[in-house]
Structures are given as structure tokens and as C-alpha cells.
């Protein structure tokens, strides 16, 4: 007997999302535990490398030879990179921006996109973490999301400036506008605000919101009576 039912196109319905319940929230509060704690040893590590550098000329200052010194300074930047790597990626999963991927049709991004919704809500809940937090600084999203967009669009036209690894005032250097769109990365000890192609945020004000989840994660571990 052959079989005469017509084909479909008709999507295969999807199943019920389950909850965001409290295994998903220990997975995902685990997350952003291991990011924060990498965030906040960058952020000491960076610490101390700038303070060498601040205190290189000063009197009793580290003395140190110019190979010393161009690590040093390189050290600085890779911990800032890591500090702002890391928080974006805590900022990721507090605040998810859920795009439809290759292949998947509208109802699954749909529904993933539902379930992300609530996830994010749920752990700034639980994390009493406010949308004007520092980890939610445009900066620290576009050092991650776009950054290939905005390093495309200073490559592509005259004047092609690129500033890199400055530390100092971010007007250090003068005698053109607009110079501050042009540092690729740029530390000012002064405010502790790290720029890139334009966009800055406040590192001490992002380690100390790392430190404050940290903190209110494990209190979260503690009350629900579950291990670190």
C-alpha cells in the first residue's frame, strides 16, 4: 500500500521551553562567578602595573631597563583587556541581545529568545544589578559586539590614525581633531577610564562591580544551601 498523505511544509512544533529554574540560574550564576573573579585579578594586575609605571621617574622609583619597561607597559594593557573582556562577558549574560542564527527559523529564535529575556531579568534579580550598572557601559559591549565594525570604519577613510597603548590624559596628544575616535586602546591613570575607538569606561567603577556580584553571588550559594 503506498501512502498518499500529502507533504507538509508545515514547521514540527516546538517543545515547551523549560524553566529557568534553579539548576539553569547555578549553571548560569557559576558563569559569571569565574568571569568576574578573572575581571577582578586583571584589575588588580593592572593596578600594579601602572603603578610602576606612574612611579618610574619619581625619586626612589623603580628602576627598570626599556625591555622592562615596554613589558610592563604591555602587561598593563593585556590586563585591561582581560578586565574588559570579562565584563562584557558577565554583561552577556545579564543583559542577552538574542539574534536569529544561521538555519534557525523565527519560531526557535522566538522561543530562545523568550527564554533569554527571562534568563537576563531574572539573574539582575537575583544579582540586584541595575541597567546603569558599569558593566552595562556601551564600551565594554562594542570592545566585543562590534569592534570589528568600528576598527573597519577608522581603516577605511583618511586620515587612518591609529593610537595605541596610550597612557596618560586622553587629550595627550594635541594639534588634531577628533583624535580621541582614533585610540585603539588608551588608559588614563588620572580617572582610570579606558577608551577604545571612542567609547570609554570607568575600569575601577567596572572592578568594583565585579567584586560587588561576586560578593552577592555567593551570598545567592549560601542561601540556597549549594556548594561554590
Avoid at 547555578?26 to 603603578?51: F, P
Wanted: charged fraction near 25%; hydrophobic fraction near 35%.
Amino acid at each position: 500500500m503506498s501512502d498518499d498523505t500529502p507533504p507538509t511544509n508545515e514547521t514540527p512544533e516546538l517543545p515547551p521551553t523549560l524553566p529557568f529554574d534553579d539548576f539553569a540560574q547555578k549553571i548560569y550564576l557559576e558563569e559569571i562567578q569565574r568571569h568576574s573573579m578573572r575581571g577582578i585579578r586583571a584589575a588588580r594586575r593592572l593596578g600594579k602595573a601602572v603603578g610602576i609605571l606612574m612611579q618610574l621617574h619619581s625619586p626612589g622609583g623603580p628602576v627598570l631597563t626599556a625591555d622592562e619597561q615596554e613589558g610592563t607597559h604591555q602587561y598593563a594593557f593585556d590586563n585591561a583587556e582581560t578586565l574588559v573582556s570579562e565584563a562584557a562577558m558577565v554583561a552577556q549574560l545579564l543583559w542577552p541581545d538574542t539574534r536569529k542564527g544561521p538555519g534557525e527559523t523565527r519560531e526557535a529564535c522566538k522561543r530562545r529568545k523568550a527564554y533569554a529575556n527571562e534568563r537576563g531579568s531574572k539573574l539582575r534579580q537575583i544579582l540586584d544589578v541595575r541597567n546603569d550598572s558599569p558593566i552595562n557601559a556601551k564600551a565594554l559591549r562594542n570592545s566585543i559586539q562590534h569592534f570589528d565594525e568600528r576598527l573597519d570604519a577608522v581603516t577605511m577613510d583618511l586620515p587612518r590614525i591609529i593610537l595605541r597603548d596610550n597612557i596618560g590624559p586622553i587629550n595627550m596628544i594635541s594639534g588634531m581633531e577628533g583624535l580621541e575616535n582614533m585610540h585603539l586602546h588608551h588608559f588614563n591613570p588620572e580617572d582610570g577610564r579606558y577608551t577604545i575607538l571612542g567609547d570609554s569606561a570607568s575600569l575601577p567603577d567596572v572592578a568594583q562591580e565585579l567584586q560587588t556580584i561576586l560578593q552577592r553571588i555567593e551570598t545567592a550559594f549560601r542561601e540556597r544551601g549549594q556548594s561554590l
